[in-house]
């Protein structure tokens, strides 16, 4: 993951995310029964109070819980306290050193962030799409339209 990756993450300080996205964190992260050993103890207990084992898949929580509604790097804060809600944001700290030290320098510097996500920004503007039977727009990001294969 580069530079321009790990900032574009960031996105994540707005937002929300639906139970059964981060439910195997609380319960069963590697298949031992327990939570993310990576999972700030008394957040996951807080996750657990409204994310129960089963039921409530929809519930919704805010992927930064101490800004919600407003674009900061509260986002790489949380990461670095082990609150980061989905696995794939705590992979920024465990893939490699070099994400590692962006989270760090992203949570110390909010203007690094968003001189970083502007470039990210950017960049995502100038990816062409994929056009004709070489793609498809989805009409719910989710799943293929039709449910088959990119035509």
Do not use: W
């Not at 970083?116 to 989710?142: F, Y």
């Amino acid at each position: 993951m580069d530079t321009i990756s790990c900032a574009y993450t960031g996105g994540h300080t707005i937002g929300m995310s639906r139970c059964t996205s981060f439910r195997q964190r609380l319960y069963n992260q590697t298949g031992n029964g327990m939570a993310d050993s990576t999972l700030d103890v008394s957040y996951a207990a807080q996750l657990r109070q409204g994310c129960p084992r089963s039921g409530g898949d929809n519930n919704l929580f805010p992927l930064d819980f101490v800004t919600p509604a407003k674009f900061d790097n509260f986002y790489y804060k949380n990461l670095l306290a082990g609150k980061g809600l989905l696995s794939s944001d705590e992979v920024l700290l465990t893939k490699s050193a070099e994400t590692a030290a962006l989270v760090k320098a992203y949570a110390a510097d909010v203007n690094l962030f968003f001189q970083h996500i502007a470039q990210s920004m950017v960049n995502m503007g100038s990816i062409s799409p994929l056009t004709g039977s070489q793609g498809e727009i989805r009409k719910n990001c989710r799943k293929l339209n039709n449910g088959h294969g990119g035509h």
